[in-house]
Each structure stands twice: as structure tokens, then as C-alpha cells.
């Protein structure tokens, strides 16, 4: 790459904030930030010097978020058991030590409402008397409870129920006296809620035990009146269902006719089996003990017949009359199992009649039970309420023993657990704090200064500034020299900086194209003073020392400057041959630089735009270049004239000459777009006058620039 040819390596994605940048931004307004610094660190340390001292009382005290149970039923306050309870628990208890009302009770215990003495201690000033004087009370109250509520700092720590309540003041002994009574008379007003709190539900359970009392007493007489009107009676005795007789006799006789049916499918059971079966063979009659009698005497007889039969004819008298025994017993055991049969019929026609007389009655007995339905719905209300009213009395009175056996005994759940000692040193001013405060505040100021600066204000500094606000390559980098040197005396040292820049300017140009370095070169700039005339002369030089035939035109015919550095007559020039009175041979003069010619502007016209618009420009231009390796024109400033716009269309390339940190974007961009009207080809910009000091870059950072070959 060229020396003073801007890098056009592309930066890291990564790379968010140029360090070295902000570097240099702050290094060249490091006197603002100084400035800034310096105010800020003196008003700081003035308003440490000035402050009053304040002084802080602490006192810690404990708060539980559960009482000590003395006897069941003794705390009436809910206590929750979660985390964010707990939390909501101790922040409200933080809210009512920060109250106004804490706030008038401590000032009333500490007289602080009496006079102006605690406005005077504090720092207040007290209000004038209004028209009235109860007016001029209310408002110094008003001013003492700002004063406690504004000094009063209550701070909760983190997964802990120790609450410091802090007081500040410029007294040390009033700062600790008013934090112990802020904690003593909250511990009292916690106290005295819990008691307020058991009279209040005392008088309201008496209210409520003589209500329920009353109403008791008439759902007992109600329900006694209706059920003797209504014949109900209670069987239990204790409160139970109550019933009628006709309710009484009803489960009776559904019993009665449950047995009724199953004596009456028994005996029809028995009744149907008796017809089916053979009079003998029924169980009944073969299990009876005179059939069974009868049936062995008939048995016997018949087996003294039969063995009579072997002897005896059936007409003897012997065998006739067994078989009239045997006769009759048949006839006596069927007379008799006829009898039990008629029995079983006789048995099962008893228990259908009894079944129905019974269903009979049952349905009188269920009509009248129907009937006496709605009289016990009603009769269950009325128990019902009987009931509640006794539940909830029982219910009150005994919460009533146990608040009552309570009263003005509750635990107290919070306690003092450091009491605030005069402090011994004030909390403020800090002084080491306020000066680092203001030495940050310092800083921030003159950054903030600093940042505002350099947006407003968009001076071409570096290279990088070049490229960014121009859009155009930094084709070279000129240091800034005194004002006294000798540009000339310079470039005759090769060793010097200046020679050095501009032998990198020399090699950019003639890397600058395929064929080397342009025939024709312009330098121009946005205003005076910039540095163009030097620039122009230097390169010349540069290339003429070479061995190049060059020749340098001093082309600002209304500031012409080349002549004096060169100590020659500006009689005959420029102005000579573009009026057609000179020719090229007339108005070159040689320099005592080997190679090196110069064309002075001549006499000074009256319009030089016109002189320079003419077609003679063009014509010297091609006759130098036919003539000399390289033709350098210093040409007038681009802004407000109209010389440089015309002249850049008739040279091969133009070089931008720019002056560091003094030019600003916005002028170089207006000039540049004069010069790309009139069809110029830029080359680049040459920033000129570069300190790198001044705005803020490091001596290795551009140190090439100056001592390029040196080291070599």
C-alpha cells in the first residue's frame, strides 16, 4: 500500500467501538473535559465545605409475624403461614410506621407542637402568622409532621424481620431521640389495636349472644305451639323426629301386613300342594301319630287275615270279622286325613281373610298418615331452625368466654432490639463520596460535551475522516510544518518530513494508473490557505528530482504566489499566453531546480474565469504535455469562483488538497460537487497541516507518514 494511502482493510463485524477513535476524540477536547472536571470536583468540594452536617439515630426492633397463643383464643388476628404473607405483613407494618398518625403521636409525647424550637433544630423555617391563629397552629403542625415524615428512612432487609427506623437531623441527640420514640410509641399503638380490637369483638359477640338468645327462645315456643296444635310428638325426647300415633300405628301395621302375606303364601302353598297330591300321601297326614297308629293296627289285622287265609274261608266267621276291623280302620284313617286336608284348606282361607282386614286397615292408617305429611315438613322446619339457633349460640358463647378470659392480656409481637444512641459521627456531607460524585459528574459532563461537539461539528481530521464525509481515497498525507519553512528548503533535504510525505504523495501518483502517473495534474481546494500552492510546488519538485521533465503553472492569476518562491519575474505569464499576447517559449522560465519549469501567473486580469474558459487553456495544456513528462497546475480555490470548476475539465486528473481540522465536510462536499460538474477526474485527497498530536492519534499511528525511508 503507499504510504499515507488510506488502509482499506475492512473492519471486524465484532468490532463495535473503536477504542483508539474515542481515544483521539477525547485527547482533542481533552480541555473541555479538563474544564468540566475541574468545575464540577470545585462545586463539589464547595458544597462539602458549605453543607450542614447531618446526623443519623437508628433503632431496630423486631416484628414476628406470629403472637404467643397465652390461652386459646387469646390473638383474634389473622396470621398467614406463606412467604408472600409474611412479606405482605411486614411491608404493612412498614407503611404504618411511615403513617402521619404514628408521625402527630410521637410530636405530641416529644412536645414538638408546643413551639419552633424542632423547626429551628432542623433547619426549617417557620411559616409567618396567617390571618388567624388557629391558621398559624394547623400550619407549623403541618410543618413538624413534613419535617418527621421527610427525615424518617424505615428499611426492611431481605429474608429478615429486623426493621431499622432511622431519623436524621443536624442534633445527634434529637436524631436519637425521635428514632426511639417513633419505635417505642409503635410498639404501644400495636398494643393498644389489639385491645381496641377485643373490646370491639366483645360488645359484639354480647349484641349478637342476646340476638340469637331472643331468637332461640322463640323458635323453641314456636315449635312447642305447632306441634301440640298439629297432635306431633317428639319420640326421641332430645330433639329427634316428632310423629302422631296414626305415624306410630302405620309402621305397626306395615309390619303386621308383611307377616299377614307371608302366613297367607305359606298356608295357599301348603293348600295347593294338599290338591295335587293323594290323600295318603300327603306329609301332613303321614306324619300324624293317629294315622300312624291306626295305619299299624289296620296292618297287624291284615296280616292275621292273610294268615288266616291258609285255613280259613273268607265267610268264616273269624276271617269276616277281621275284615270288618280292617274296614273300619280304613275308614277311620280316611275320615282322618280327610280332616287334615280340610284343615290345610280351612288354615289358608283364615290367612287370606286376616291378610285382607289387615291391607284394609293399613290403607285407612296411610290416608291419614298422607294427611299428617305437611303438617311435619312444617314441623321440621320449625325443628331445623331450633337446631341453628342453638348451634350458633352454643358457638358464641363459648368465643365469648374465651375472649373474654383474653381481654387485655394478647402477647405483644414486637420488640425493641437496639435502642438508637446519640451517633458519634454525621452521615452527611461524605466527603470522599461527594468528590468522587463530582469527579464522575465531571467526566460525564465534559463527555457529554464532547459527544455533543464532535456531532456538531464535522472537520475532516484523519484519513478516516476523508473517506467516511467525502467518499473519496486519502491519497496522501501531508505534516503540519511552522509557519516560517521554507517549502523549497524542505524538499531540497530528502530527509526531512515534508520531503518524506511528499515522496509517499509521489508514489501514489504514479501507482495511481496502468501507465503511471498522469500527464496533467490540478490542485485545488475547497478555500485559501490550505496548502495547494505547496502542495503543487512539492510534487513538482518531487518528480523533477526523478529526472522528469515537469513544469509547474501557476494558474490562480487573482492570489499568484508560485513567482515569489521561486524569485522570478511575474511580468510575462499565464494571463499573457491566455490573452493570445505571449507565447509558451516567452512565459516558461526555468528554476534552479534541474528539470523543473515555471509558468507564473502573469499580471493579474480582469476576469480571470473568462481568460481560463478560453480556448488558449486548453491549447497550453497540450503543449506542455507534448513538451514535459508531467504538468502541474496550481489552481485557484473551488468555493466562490469559477476558475477551478473550468479548468479541472481540461486537465487528465485533479488532486482535492484538504486541511486537516480545518475544513469541514459539509464546504469539502460542496466543493467537490463544483468540481465533479465541471467533468473532473479526482484522484484523491490530500490532507494537509496533519498534527497527529492535535487531534488526538498516537506518533506510531501516523509516524510512517514523516519518516517513510529513513529507517531503511
Not at 258 to 282: H, K
Not at 611 to 628: D, F, R, S, V
Request: negative net charge; aromatic residues 6%.
Amino acid at each position: 500500500m503507499p504510504p499515507g494511502a488510506a488502509s482499506t482493510t475492512p473492519s471486524s463485524p465484532w468490532r463495535v467501538i473503536d477504542l483508539r477513535a474515542v481515544w483521539s476524540t477525547v485527547y482533542r477536547n481533552r480541555y473541555i473535559v479538563i474544564v468540566a472536571l475541574a468545575l464540577c470536583v470545585l462545586l463539589g468540594i464547595a458544597v462539602t465545605l458549605l453543607s450542614t452536617p447531618i446526623y443519623k439515630g437508628t433503632a431496630l426492633i423486631q416484628i414476628d409475624l406470629q403472637t404467643a397463643q397465652i390461652i386459646e383464643g387469646a390473638d383474634i388476628q389473622p396470621t398467614g403461614g406463606g412467604l408472600q404473607d409474611t412479606e405482605r405483613y411486614l411491608e404493612t407494618q412498614v407503611d404504618v410506621i411511615e403513617s402521619r398518625s404514628l408521625a402527630r403521636t410521637v410530636a405530641t409525647q416529644l412536645g414538638l407542637f408546643r413551639n419552633n424550637t424542632f423547626l429551628e433544630r432542623m433547619g426549617v423555617e417557620p411559616a409567618a402568622a396567617p390571618a388567624g391563629a388557629f391558621d398559624l397552629r394547623q400550619t407549623r403542625q403541618e410543618q413538624v409532621l413534613d419535617a418527621l415524615q421527610d427525615n424518617l428512612e424505615v428499611e426492611l432487609p431481605v429474608d429478615s424481620s429486623v426493621v431499622s427506623i432511622s431519623f436524621e437531623s443536624p442534633d445527634r441527640v434529637l436524631a436519637s431521640q425521635i428514632a426511639n420514640s417513633f419505635a417505642e410509641n409503635y410498639i404501644t399503638s400495636n398494643l393498644r389495636r389489639k385491645y381496641d380490637t377485643t373490646a370491639y369483638a366483645r360488645q359484639f359477640l354480647e349484641d349478637e349472644l342476646a340476638n340469637t338468645r331472643q331468637r332461640l327462645e322463640e323458635s323453641d315456643r314456636a315449635l312447642l305451639e305447632y306441634a301440640r296444635g298439629a297432635g306431633l310428638i317428639d319420640a326421641s325426647g332430645a330433639g329427634g323426629n316428632a310423629s302422631s300415633l296414626t305415624t306410630a300405628n302405620l309402621g305397626q301395621f306395615n309390619s303386621d301386613v308383611a307377616t299377614a302375606t307371608a302366613n297367607r303364601i305359606s298356608a295357599e302353598q301348603r293348600w295347593r300342594e294338599a290338591q295335587g297330591t293323594p290323600l295318603m300321601n300327603l306329609p301332613s297326614v303321614l306324619s300324624n301319630p293317629a294315622i300312624q297308629s291306626l295305619v299299624q293296627q289296620r296292618a297287624q289285622l291284615r296280616a292275621s287275615y292273610e294268615l288266616n287265609r291258609e285255613r280259613y274261608a273268607a265267610d268264616y266267621p273269624v276271617q269276616q270279622e277281621l275284615q270288618t276291623q280292617i274296614d273300619a280302620f280304613s275308614r277311620q284313617i280316611n275320615d282322618l286325613a280327610t280332616d287334615i286336608r280340610d284343615g290345610i284348606r280351612q288354615e289358608y282361607d283364615l290367612s287370606r281373610r286376616q291378610e285382607t282386614a289387615l291391607r284394609n286397615e293399613l290403607a285407612d292408617i296411610r290416608g291419614e298418615t298422607l294427611a299428617e305429611q305437611d303438617r311435619g315438613i312444617r314441623y321440621n322446619i320449625l325443628r331445623r331452625e331450633v337446631d341453628t339457633n342453638r348451634t350458633l349460640y352454643e358457638g358464641l358463647l363459648q368465643r365469648y368466654k374465651e375472649i373474654s378470659a383474653a381481654a387485655g392480656i394478647s402477647s405483644n409481637n414486637i420488640s425493641i432490639v437496639d435502642r438508637a444512641d446519640p451517633p458519634v459521627g454525621p452521615v452527611r456531607p461524605r466527603p470522599l463520596l461527594n468528590i468522587a460524585l463530582s469527579i464522575v459528574a465531571g467526566l460525564m459532563l465534559g463527555l457529554g460535551l464532547v459527544f455533543l461537539r464532535e456531532n456538531f461539528d464535522d472537520a475532516l481530521r484523519s484519513t478516516d475522516d476523508v473517506e467516511t464525509k467525502l467518499g473519496l481515497p486519502a491519497i496522501g498525507v501531508i505534516p503540519k510544518m511552522k509557519e516560517d519553512t521554507d517549502a523549497r528548503a524542505e524538499m531540497a533535504d530528502r530527509k526531512s518530513d515534508l520531503s518524506e510525505a511528499y515522496a509517499a504523495l509521489r508514489s501514489s501518483l504514479m501507482l495511481s494508473t496502468s501507465t503511471g502517473a498522469p500527464k496533467s495534474l490540478v490542485f485545488t481546494s475547497s478555500g485559501q490557505g490550505e496548502g495547494k500552492s505547496t502542495s503543487s510546488l512539492a510534487i513538482a519538485c518531487s518528480f523533477a528530482q526523478l529526472g522528469r521533465t515537469v513544469i509547474l503553472i501557476d494558474a490562480d492569476m487573482r492570489r499568484p504566489s508560485q513567482h515569489k518562491r521561486f524569485s522570478v519575474s511575474n511580468k510575462e505569464g499565464l494571463s499573457g499566453f491566455l490573452s493570445s499576447q505571449n507565447t509558451l517559449a516567452q512565459i516558461t522560465h526555468p528554476t534552479d531546480q534541474p528539470g523543473l519549469d515555471l509558468i507564473t501567473a502573469g499580471p493579474i486580469p480582469v476576469n480571470p474565469a473568462e481568460l481560463i474558459a478560453g480556448p488558449n487553456m486548453q491549447e497550453l495544456i497540450t503543449q506542455c504535455e507534448n513538451k514535459y513528462d508531467l504538468v502541474v497546475i496550481d489552481a485557484p480555490p473551488v468555493l466562490g469562483l469559477a476558475d477551478a470548476p473550468t479548468l479541472v475539465s481540461d486537465v487528465g486528473s485533479t488532486i482535492f488538497v484538504v486541511e486537516a481540522n480545518r475544513v469541514h465536510g459539509r464546504r469539502a462536499n460542496d466543493a467537490l460537487r463544483r468540481l465533479r460538474s465541471g467533468d473532473a477526474h479526482i484522484l484523491g485527497v490530500l490532507l494537509t497541516k496533519f498534527d497527529a498530536k492535535t487531534i488526538g492519534y498516537g506518533a506510531k499511528e501516523y509516524g510512517y507518514v514523516y519518516d517513510y525511508g529513513v529507517k531503511s
